[in-house]
Every structure is written in structure tokens, then in C-alpha cells.
């Protein structure tokens, strides 16, 4: 399985985060339960929004949940002629961006982590509360290196 939507303008670059749920080129994938996937992580990386200042390029940060060894990104899937690809849900903060740990780093968006409980939820269930799951893991269970 490859990541990335292919997009739907046929030059650019394929469309690998969910963002707008509402959208028609998302909207089949996610109402069917059946193209839900869970992508598993061990971290992910969230470049900075300024440049640093001395070097004047951008720096890499990396979160992780250290309770947690492997994890889940809420995604959906969908074949292709070339075979399956997938992409992954992100979300906005609630308020100020800054207050949590990866938006302080990249305040546009955060990848939908699920909580364990949640996973067979996200599977399963009926799209609306399905993407009640989509929102900011809390920061005090995650870790940036």
C-alpha cells in the first residue's frame, strides 16, 4: 500500500492528509467503514514553521507516545489501477495552537492520533462518530524530541 491519494489535478503531487471531512474526494472513503484503516506509527516528524534564525533553515522535530511503543494515525484507504493507497486524517487545535505540543512546532494541523480504546471505534463505526475521533491527542501522553 502506497501513501497518497492520487490528486486530482494530475500534476501535482499526490494528496497524502485528510483535512476537510466534507469534502466529495474524501467523503466515500471515510463513510464506508470498510476503507478505514489504522496507520501505525513509532513517531512522526513535524518540520517548523520559521526558518531557524541562525542556520536559516527549517528543523525537524519528532513526537512520539512514549507509552505507547507502536500507534495509530485514523486513516482511509481506497484501490487504485496502480493498487491501494491510503492517507491520514489531521485535525485543527481547540484555541490556541501554541498550547499544545505539536502545534507549538506546526500550528496547522495534527495528525488524528486514536487512543487504543478507540482503533476498533474508528473501524466500525457509523461516520459521525467516527470522526467525533478526530481531534488533538492530549500533549501531557505525548513526547518531542
Not at 464506508?32 to 541562525?54: G, M
Not at 495509530?72 to 481506497?78: D, E, K, L, P
Not at 491510503?86 to 495534527?110: E, N, Q, R
Amino acid at each position: 500500500m502506497r501513501w497518497g491519494y492520487p490528486n486530482p489535478v494530475p500534476s501535482k503531487t499526490p494528496v497524502t492528509n485528510i483535512r476537510n471531512y466534507s469534502s466529495p474526494f474524501w467523503r466515500a472513503s471515510l463513510k464506508n467503514p470498510l476503507q478505514r484503516c489504522l496507520v501505525p506509527v513509532t513517531s512522526f516528524q513535524e518540520w517548523t514553521v520559521e526558518p531557524d534564525p541562525e542556520t536559516g533553515k527549517k528543523r525537524p522535530h519528532w513526537f512520539s507516545v512514549p507509552s505507547r511503543k507502536i500507534f495509530s494515525f485514523a486513516g482511509a484507504w481506497r484501490g487504485t489501477d496502480k493498487g491501494p493507497v491510503f492517507a491520514f486524517l489531521t485535525c485543527g487545535y481547540d484555541g490556541d495552537p501554541s498550547t499544545h505540543v505539536v502545534g507549538a512546532i506546526h500550528p496547522k494541523a495534527c495528525p488524528v492520533i486514536l487512543h487504543h480504546e478507540d482503533e476498533e471505534r474508528w473501524l466500525t463505526a457509523p461516520i459521525e462518530e467516527a470522526l467525533s475521533l478526530a481531534c488533538t491527542y492530549p500533549s501531557q501522553l505525548m513526547a518531542v524530541e
